[in-house]
């Protein structure tokens, strides 16, 4: 809490945040790590459910999104003139595994901006220090097999195995995927390398 | 077929249609039959995305990253998995049944058959956007704030930045989801 404090504090004396902001930041603080304590535990973080959205930021989202909607039967839907979305199903439809009612598709924005567009309504968005270098999707009845030949009859080419149970490939803009089966977890590593394979 | 082909037979028995009708209307439903199998022979195109089995989050120091998730988003570390050069972080349901992890890992730690980072791509994941369930705004600021986060966004779609400036997008299912765009 004192590093918190002081991080604010010192915020404020130099100029990046006002006074009354400052105020804010404490209040909140101070009544949160107060009702932890009398709750007899730790603040904690928020259980996230799933990923809600991934923002896939290129030079030409219309063309992002004609691959993805080809190659993974995605429907384009909300298009503007800047971006659109395509979310892992239909209207009305669950993620898979999800029991809870109040958790949308995962669903990929295409869209085509400056990489410092503000996130939110703050400032210009920062320059990370780190990369999301791809990204694994699940697909149902993965057969490492199979998958190449349905990259092969949408004309992808560029697929590489990752191990027995993963493909990887390059979208039109070299981002690259893998493709997986529900067998691929963050656990098979250890509790079933001969068969899972490292491929993550 | 054989129902549609007796109806049309006794319609020309009976005088209701003549043998010219007959063979037309024979034609077309022979025709529409046939483009039917056609179309269910062929073999299915793409792939059903089930959903985001992992993300690969390449970072300076996973050991960081793997603190920050593990404390804003009570990620869950597999331990066996964490090698001392990355860290499969877990969230969401069971894995295996819909669960997904982001994989933290230090430079030059690359999947078998990835291609790791790669300068030349033209694409980018700006953001990651995560679901809270049962969102209640005041608790979720809150806790943001307690982690000594600045936040951005709106009520119900918050942004923070993690330990190495990405950017991490937090959201109701009221506020993002792809049918309300």
Redesign the interface.
């Known amino acids: 809490m004192e ?2 404090v002081a ?2 504090v010192h915020d404020y004396q130099t100029g990046k945040i006002s006074r009354r902001r400052l105020i804010e ?1 404490l209040t ?2 101070a ?3 107060g009702a932890g304590r009398a709750a007899g535990a730790e ?17 030409d989202f219309r063309k ?1 999104a004609d691959w993805y909607s ?5 429907d384009q ?2 298009a503007t003139d800047h971006d659109v ?4 199903g239909k ?1 009305g439809e669950k ?4 029991a ?1 009612n ?6 990929i924005i295409c869209r085509t901006r400056p ?1 410092d ?6 400032p210009p ?17 993965f057969d490492r097999e199979r ?1 190449k030949a ?1 990259f092969a ?2 004309g992808v080419t560029n697929v ?4 027995p149970f ?3 490939v ?2 039109p ?4 995927l ?3 089966g ?10 079933a390398r001969a068969t899972c ?4 | 077929m054989e129902r549609f082909i007796a109806d049309l037979v006794q319609g020309l028995d009976n005088g209701r249609i003549d043998r010219r009708e007959f063979c037309q209307a024979v034609a077309l439903a022979a025709a529409v039959y046939g483009a039917g199998d056609a179309a269910q022979a062929q073999a299915p195109r793409g792939f059903k995305i089930i959903g985001i089995n992992h993300m690969s989050y390449t970072c300076p120091d996973y050991t960081r990253a793997r603190e920050w998730y593990a404390s804003v988003l009570n990620m869950k570390s597999e331990s066996t998995r964490d090698d001392g050069q990355r860290a499969n972080m877990m969230f969401g349901p069971e894995q295996g049944k819909g669960g997904s992890f982001l994989v933290a890992r230090n430079p030059g730690v690359v999947a078998s058959g990835s291609a790791g980072v790669k300068p030349g791509a033209q694409a980018v994941i700006d953001h990651v956007c995560y679901t809270v369930p049962n969102w209640d705004e005041p608790r979720v600021r809150a806790t943001l704030h307690a982690k000594g986060l600045d936040v951005t966004g709106r009520d119900g779609s918050l942004h923070v930045y993690d330990v190495f400036d990405y950017d991490v997008q937090i959201a109701s299912a009221a506020a993002e989801n792809a049918f309300r765009r």
Do not use: M, W
């Open positions: 590093g918190f991080k604010h930041i909140l603080a009544t949160s790590a603040p904690t973080g928020l259980d996230v459910a799933l990923v809600n959205h991934v923002s896939y930021t290129c030079p992002a080809k190659v993974f039967n995605l839907v909300g979305a395509l979310p892992f209207k993620p898979y595994g999800v809870a109040d958790v949308p598709l995962t669903h990489l567009a503000p996130a939110g309504s703050g968005r920062r320059t990370p220090k780190a990369v999301i270098d791809h990204i694994a999707f699940t697909v149902a009845d998958a349905q009859a949408v590489r195995d990752g191990g993963s493909v990887y390059e979208d803009f070299g981002y690259e893998q493709i997986a529900l067998g691929v977890t963050a656990i098979c590593g250890a509790e394979g490292d491929t993550r």
